[in-house]
């Protein structure tokens, strides 16, 4: 009798800025869930800044280093070196994108390497939709699919708050960031329901 060839497990990529690990203050959605699927055989690994927003400090085990990798059971977890702020200004703007630049720099180092396999398939995450955004690119790049899961609203959320108007540049530009990342979206995931989502199908 001949055995049967087992096919090797998917890799999932997730990227999300503000995914953390118990350690530290915040929601641990993606790390239960990556840990989760990675024990029913998938390959999952987390991209994360290094920099945690709920206490405004840096991992203790960041120092020069651009990256740390720390494995949970089958999960990988990877914090990616970002820069630091202190306000809800224009320097976590810039953690934003340096997270962004570095990660995307760092995934194909890392398969150029032969450290990572390459993606079966790729999720990007808001709370911001930089994050996404870059997550399609490189789903785009290794010609996999991309799931865009929609947690915060950009710009709706500010729309509906009042911080900015339906016809004001931020979201004009907002609106062309969500647009692109839902363009390339095999599938949506989305964590809530609110009559906001449903305006933003409009366009």
């Known amino acids: 009798m001949k055995e049967k060839i087992q ?9 999300n800025h503000y995914a953390i690990t118990p350690q530290y203050p915040g929601g641990t959605r993606h790390f239960e869930l990556g840990r989760n699927l990675s024990n029913l055989g998938t390959r999952v690994i987390i991209f ?37 702020y202190k306000n809800n200004n224009w320097k976590r703007l810039l953690n934003m994108l340096h997270y962004c630049l570095s990660t995307y720099m760092l995934a194909k180092r890392l398969v150029k390497k032969g450290v990572l396999n390459k993606p079966d398939v790729i999720v990007g995450s808001t709370v911001h939709p930089f994050a996404p955004l870059m997550a399609s690119r490189l789903a785009r790049k290794y010609r996999v699919p991309f799931l865009f899961e929609i947690r915060d609203l950009w710009p709706q959320s500010f729309i509906d708050v009042g911080i900015w108007t339906d016809s004001s540049l931020p979201s004009w530009f907002f609106k062309r960031i969500e647009k692109r990342s839902i363009s390339r979206a095999l599938k949506i995931i989305i964590l809530s329901l609110f009559k906001g989502f449903v305006h933003k199908q409009a366009y």
């Open 48 to 84: 994360a800044s290094s920099f945690v927003h709920m206490n405004l400090r840096s991992i203790p085990q960041i120092k020069k280093e651009k990256y740390k990798v720390e494995q949970y059971e089958n999960l990988l977890f990877i914090w990616v070196k970002a820069l630091k």
């Open 7 to 15: 096919n090797p497990p998917k890799t999932l990529w997730i990227f």
